[in-house]
């Protein structure tokens, strides 16, 4: 199921079979959609003999239809992908699970009661079951082994950018000016994106940034933007909203996809202030986008953004203070520009859905 409002996993399945759809060379692609999605797909695929709705559009009824009704409609299917952990019961096929990060077992607090226990059950079946897990990074791939005896094999494919949409360029200059009039952004200005929930530490952000303008140490009108919808157990940061309600901080809620780039490019500086994560793929598309990144020291995004970021120790609200400062001031070598983009030039949805293909034929 991918949201309404496509974030991490959801992006990933969207990236994935828009670049399936003009791909199938020995298999025929398949998509099983909640029944009120298949509008989405029909315009992403561009006909609708491919989707199947069949899949209840409530969350209680449709982990039981994938649970136990999903293999009565496979009959015809060589191949099952399931993007997102979920297992059928009684599948008879081979199974490609994926398994995006392990947060369920490292930090449940981080997410509701009900899904931990649901989702770490899918785990366990997934590793046990799945001819091939996939996962986004050694990092997580080296988790999973670790922790678990998989019985197939744990491949790593990474998610991708699309480097076009997010490079910098002079002619897109303009247009990227008209969008962040048309959102009423106004600069200099950091830049967060992502869900606000607890493991993403945006309330160590904002008391970060509020410690340097108590001291005057940034540029007046500077701002903090942070873009994203509210989560679960946001309401720290909505009480800190509230206590700095001084229009210093612009909580902008979810943006279409479209207005991301021209954010990620004019930003002062993109921070990622994420304890945990399966991939971080904002700070990717913030590295595609040439903007200096500040992200968690430790963490699966300085597993793969390498030299290119400034890091900071998680719950070290001073420290992130400091770096934050450090990029505000000017100081951030043009070279790391150049590492984040020349790494990110290695991703791509592309590469990332011809590997996917390749572990299909292998299968099939």
Request: net charge positive; charged share 25%.
């Amino acid at each position: 199921m991918v949201p309404k409002n496509p974030i991490g996993a959801g992006r990933y399945i969207l990236e994935l079979v828009s670049n399936l759809k003009d791909q199938e060379r020995s298999f025929k692609l398949k998509l099983f959609s909640r029944s009120d999605d298949r509008a989405r797909w029909e315009r992403l695929l561009n006909q609708d003999d491919r989707i199947t709705n069949v899949l209840p559009n409530s969350r209680p009824l449709r982990l039981a239809y994938e649970n136990l009704l999903l293999k009565r409609d496979l009959r015809e299917i060589n191949l099952l992908h399931s993007p997102h952990y979920t297992v059928p019961m009684g599948l008879k096929i081979p199974l490609i699970v994926n398994i995006h990060d392990l947060i369920f077992f490292e930090n449940p607090g981080f997410h509701q009661i009900a899904k931990v226990a649901y989702f770490k059950n899918q785990i366990k079946t997934a590793v046990k079951k799945a001819d091939v897990i996939i996962c986004g990074t050694d990092y997580i791939k080296n988790k999973i082994e670790s922790r678990f005896n998989p019985k197939g094999l744990v491949k790593v494919v990474p998610y991708g950018v699309n480097i076009k949409e997010f490079e910098p360029s002079s002619n897109k200059d303009l247009a990227d000016t008209e969008i962040l009039m048309k959102l009423n952004v106004d600069f200099p200005y950091l830049l967060y994106v992502g869900t606000i929930e607890p493991r993403k530490k945006v309330d160590e952000l904002i008391k970060a940034f509020r410690l340097l303008v108590s001291k005057n140490l940034v540029d007046q009108n500077l701002k903090l933007l942070l873009v994203g919808k509210f989560g679960w157990k946001c309401e720290s940061v909505k009480e800190l909203l509230q206590q700095y309600d001084d229009n210093r901080i612009v909580q902008a809620g979810y943006l279409d996809q479209k207005y991301v780039p021209p954010l990620f490019r004019r930003a002062t500086a993109v921070i990622y202030p994420s304890q945990t994560e399966g991939f971080g793929l904002p700070v990717l598309e913030a590295m595609a986008a040439r903007s200096p990144v500040i992200t968690t020291s430790g963490s699966v995004m300085e597993h793969f953004a390498k030299d290119s970021a400034t890091y900071f120790q998680s719950g070290d609200i001073e420290d992130l203070s400091a770096k934050i400062l450090q990029i505000t001031t000017g100081y951030c070598e043009s070279f790391k520009l150049d590492i984040g983009s020349s790494i990110a030039n290695e991703f791509s949805w592309i590469n990332s859905t011809r590997k996917h293909i390749e572990l299909y034929e292998s299968i099939l």
